[in-house]
């Protein structure tokens, strides 16, 4: 009778050793590191997309209603704060448009107004005036680089508007009235964020490009086109230029 040996060492299966299972540990990690970074990444190039994507966007709606304001624009003649159309008070807006921009920083610094309280306005008045700051000169300062009168969507009213730089943002305030008391408040949107500058030139009918508008002797003379420079926090630069009705 033949009897047959059983060997447990032989059925039973061998198990992983220490260094293996710290090999398996050690790769398993190298995996996950690398399947974060991998889907970090994706998230990061998916919110820079959308990001610039709202940006595009922002900026492409700023352009559309920039071009509809400026193309539409409403002569008018000058008046002061009190409806009298008084020439002393349009004499010294068109000569504070004339100002140098260093003296315009010089009064801004001192709390100066460019224009005395007549507040006599242009039709089409741009300046070159220093960015605007809520720290700095607080949410009573509604001074806008340009600021110029249009019709309205019906065209049988006219409506008073303003696009300036203040913390970054660009803003388009719009008056309630066309000739405002000192005590006027506008409407404020923001158009535009993340912007370091706000740049206006104007077309004269000699071809050349003015900082300032209205020019000495043609204070109801529109310009032929403004230019609009945009430059954002990272540095990128856009401009375009917008031929007005004659």
Known sequence: MTTTEHRPEANRQRGLTLIELCVAVALLAVISIMSYRGIDSLNRVSERTQADS????????????????????????????????NPAGIAAAVAATA????????????????????HALPSWWGRVLPPVSTGQSGEANFDCPLEFTRKSMTGYDEIRLGYRLRDG???????????????????????????????????????LWQE????????????????VEVTFSDGMLLHRVFALPS
Request: proline share 8%.
């Open 54 to 85: 709202q940006r595009w966007q922002s900026t492409a709606a700023f352009f559309e209603r920039f071009a509809r304001d400026v193309t539409q624009p409403a002569r008018r003649p000058l008046r002061s704060a009190d409806d009298s159309g």
């Open 99 to 118: 100002l140098t921009p260093q003296a315009r920083w010089v009064m801004a610094a001192a709390g100066m107004r460019t224009l005395p309280d007549a």
């Open 169 to 207: 943002r660009v803003e388009l305030l719009i008056w309630p009235v066309l000739d405002r008391a000192p005590a006027s408040t506008p409407d404020i949107h923001v158009l535009l964020e993340g912007v370091d500058s706000l740049r206006f030139r104007y077309l004269d009918t000699n071809g």
């Open 212 to 227: 300032v508008w209205p020019m000495a002797g043609n204070n109801d003379m529109l310009p032929r086109a403004v230019d």
